[in-house]
């Protein structure tokens, strides 16, 4: 069965504080997203990553960066969170078409 | 820059109604569509995807492409209490990156 897991799942920071997703999955996908979902404007996609360091910005990159330094494995990172980075956070793998997406993280930057 | 609109963004419906979603996009060299369904504090899951004009039925759920008129639907037949969850359309044009739109939210009551 595919998995994509996301650690944590519910999240509270301080706005300036950095804070770390994580994402995994087990199925080998080369193809690895984050995106963010916010009420109303469906999933943005924030970064794109085709592999192992090889990373693209998404729609809304600004404010993020990501980390992929294993194939099972991509990292998203706030640098001195904001307020206006409060939001449901997913991530997706994908090995030709279809998307599998991991359950969220629930980020409250207070 | 793909555009995306889905109409309406809510609905209610009784049980056992049809139901009609719509989904419209700007760039007709889109190559692979979907409709995703995410119920309450889940994640998105994939539903229903085609790749060349025409229909697909899957058992209640009917998905039909017009490329040229830039339009993509999802129809659910007999509609059902468990189908209540937001809709999403989601489309590739080329390369990875994924485009959704901001999603219908269906209640279907009892």
């Known amino acids: 069965d595919m998995k994509v897991t996301q650690m944590p799942r519910y999240l509270i920071k301080r706005m300036g504080e950095n804070v770390l997703l994580e994402c995994g999955q087990d199925?080998?996908?080369?193809?690895m997203y984050w995106y963010r979902q916010d009420p109303g404007l469906g999933l943005q996609l924030i970064y794109i990553s085709y592999d192992v360091d090889s990373n693209s910005e998404g729609d809304i990159p600004k404010g993020y960066r990501v980390s992929r330094k294993k194939r099972e494995h991509f990292s998203l990172i706030l640098d001195s969170a904001k307020t206006n980075q409060t939001s449901v956070y997913f991530c997706?793998?994908?090995?030709?078409?279809?998307?599998?997406f991991g359950p969220g993280t629930r980020l409250t930057v207070l | 820059q793909q555009n995306v609109q889905q109409s309406p963004e809510s609905l209610i419906v009784p049980e056992g109604a049809r139901t009609s979603l719509n989904c419209t996009f700007s760039d007709s060299a889109s190559q692979y569509f979907w409709w995703y369904r995410q119920h309450s504090g889940k994640a998105p899951k994939a539903l229903m995807s085609i790749f060349s004009n025409g229909e697909k039925e899957e058992g209640r759920f009917t998905i039909h492409l017009n490329k040229a008129s830039l339009h993509f639907s999802l129809h659910i037949r007999d509609s059902q209490p468990s189908d209540s969850a937001l809709y999403l359309c989601a489309l590739r044009t080329g390369g990875y990156k994924v485009v959704f739109g901001s999603g219908t939210r269906l209640l279907v009551s009892p």
């Open positions: 997706a793998s994908s090995l030709s078409r279809e998307q599998y």
């Open positions: 199925m080998s996908h080369e193809t």
